[in-house]
């Protein structure tokens, strides 16, 4: 099974609109950590929020904020107030406690363009 | 400053040539990582160092070897590579291995 799944290849949204991305996750791990990453095209990771697996309210960061829903493993990135600046790639990661230590998991990413 | 610097930003290397990645960091994380990409897919963890020991090795061939010399530098020597290989390869760091990374720009390696 995947262990982050997300389902939208590619999305499109108006500049100034809001916009979510799906994200669903797969562990036993009580303890795991979510973030969300942006890849524009130039190549480099840039983080952009984190909301660990006990934290009971949803992690913000300005435009950005994290819809978390613990019972159905979700963790969607909501970005509003789209701006031509958001067009990118956007990974879902995750890290959970195995055996040997800490394991990393990224999803397959979104590509996201804003449209003027 | 969340700052992570990665030399060379392009390299192309014959199968046959040894040659060597770094990465340094000067935010005092004690995790860093390095990554393999590959055009429009997700990044592949290949390494992980934390407090300098090597902590994950996801079975990666033994023609890339990770060196960890102190706390801010971490290397990759890359010996007899294949054509597959190239690739983008990113190095992270984090204050430590439960927290988010921060990646570096980027080798973009091209083996002939």
């Known amino acids: 099974a995947q262990k982050i799944t997300q389902t939208q290849p590619g999305m499109f949204v108006q500049e100034k609109e809001a916009v979510t991305l799906d994200c669903t996750y797969d562990?036993?791990?009580?303890?795991?950590?979510l973030f969300w990453y942006k890849q524009p095209s130039s190549g480099e990771m840039i983080f952009l929020i984190y909301?660990?697996?006990?934290?009971?309210q949803n992690a913000t960061e300005g435009r950005y904020s994290l819809n978390f829903q613990k019972a159905r493993k979700s963790a969607n990135l909501v970005i509003s107030a789209s701006q031509l600046g958001d067009s990118a790639m956007y990974f879902c990661?995750?890290?959970?406690?195995?055996?040997?230590?800490?394991?990393?998991?990224f999803g397959t990413g979104t590509s996201l363009t804003v449209i003027p | 400053d969340t700052e992570v610097t990665q030399t060379p930003k392009h390299l192309v290397m014959g199968m046959t040539n040894k040659k060597s990645l770094k990465c340094e960091q000067h935010?005092?994380?004690?995790?860093m990582y390095w990554y393999k990409q590959k055009a429009k897919k997700p990044p592949e963890l290949m390494f992980v160092?934390?407090?300098?020991?090597?902590?994950i090795n996801e079975s990666v061939p033994s023609r890339f070897s990770p060196e960890c010399p102190n706390s801010s530098l971490l290397n990759l020597h890359l010996h007899a590579l294949q054509p597959e290989d190239s690739a983008l390869y990113l190095c992270?760091?984090?204050?430590?291995?439960?927290?988010?990374?921060?990646f570096g720009p980027g080798t973009r390696l091209t083996v002939t």
């Open positions: 992270a760091s984090s204050q430590d291995i439960t927290y988010e990374q921060y």
């Open positions: 562990t036993s791990d009580q303890s795991y950590g």
């Open positions: 909301q660990g697996s006990y934290d009971e």
């Open positions: 990661a995750m890290r959970e406690r195995i055996n040997t230590g800490n394991q990393f998991y």
């Open positions: 935010m005092g994380h004690r995790a």
């Open positions: 160092y934390s407090y300098e020991k090597l902590s």
